[in-house]
T-cell receptor, first 112, second 114 residues
Framework: DAKTTQPTSMDCAEGRAANLPCNHSTISGNEYVYWYRQIHSQGPQYIIHGLKNNETNEMASLIITEDRKSSTLILPHATLRDTAVYYCIVRVRGGGADGLTFGKGTHLIIQP | ETGVTQSPTHLIKTRGQQVTLRCSSQSGHNTVSWYQQALGQGPQFIFQYYREEENGRGNFPPRFSGLQFPNYSSELNVNALELDDSALYLC?????????????FGPGTRLTVL
């Protein structure tokens, strides 16, 4: 799996859009970008994934640059409940039985 | 649709003992993965079971073993517990191969080894 780099922590005001960056400069052509988050004392929660097109679901939007070397997870209207550690993971879809590789992620703190 | 459940929620053991943790998969999922999460770290992959067979393993010693049952529920067994085994143990289920990476996690079992 390609290595990812994320900021250690970020703050965002409640009601504003939270933009979480992830660098994955060594991503391969068949690797997808996945995002998970982990709210304190809970298991991780799958958010979204994408290959090269921008993706949106009920939780978030994922913007992947044209060269695919970086991406941004966008929470459009952050609430206090979005305070969590966010993990960016790059991985071949459907390939391998070696589990997800979680780094340290970004600790997002939503301020009231 | 029933989510992933784990039992027990918390457990305290002493060094050298053995422990069994249990997981029920989300309905319709046939793949179960187990992770260990130490305090302040991201989850680390232990192993994965697909249709009752182990089909992937992370960098964990053989004293970490597992089972998957015909109903796709699963157990994680740890023998000869060490102090460093204190962690949150997470179970995750997923569906067909194409969606391996869209895993649904349970709330975890907090294991403390004294």
């Amino acid at each position: 799996d390609a290595k990812t780099t994320q900021p250690t922590s970020m703050d965002c005001a409640e009601g504003r859009a939270a933009n979480l960056p992830c660098n994955h400069s060594t991503i391969s052509g068949n690797e997808y970008v996945y995002w998970y988050r982990q709210i304190h004392s809970q298991g991780p929660q799958y958010i979204i994934h994408g290959l090269k097109n921008n993706e949106t679901n009920e939780m978030a939007s994922l913007i992947i640059t044209e060269d695919r070397k970086s991406s941004t997870l966008i929470l459009p209207h952050a609430t206090l409940r979005d305070t969590a550690v966010y993990y960016c993971i790059v991985r071949v879809r459907g390939g391998g039985a070696d589990g997800l590789t979680f780094g340290k992620g970004t600790h997002l703190i939503i301020q009231p | 649709e029933t989510g992933v459940t784990q039992s027990p929620t918390h457990l305290i053991k002493t060094r050298g003992q053995q422990v069994t943790l249990r997981c029920s998969s989300q309905s319709g999922h046939n793949t179960v993965s187990w992770y260990q999460q130490a305090l302040g770290q991201g989850p680390q992959f232990i192993f994965q079971y697909y249709r009752e067979e182990e089909n992937g393993r992370g960098n964990f010693p053989p004293r970490f073993s597992g089972l998957q049952f015909p109903n796709y529920s699963s157990e994680l067994n740890v023998n000869a517990l060490e102090l460093d085994d204190s962690a949150l143990y997470l179970c995750a289920s997923s569906g067909d191969r194409a969606s391996y990476n869209e895993q649904f996690f349970g709330p975890g079992t907090r294991l403390t080894v004294l």
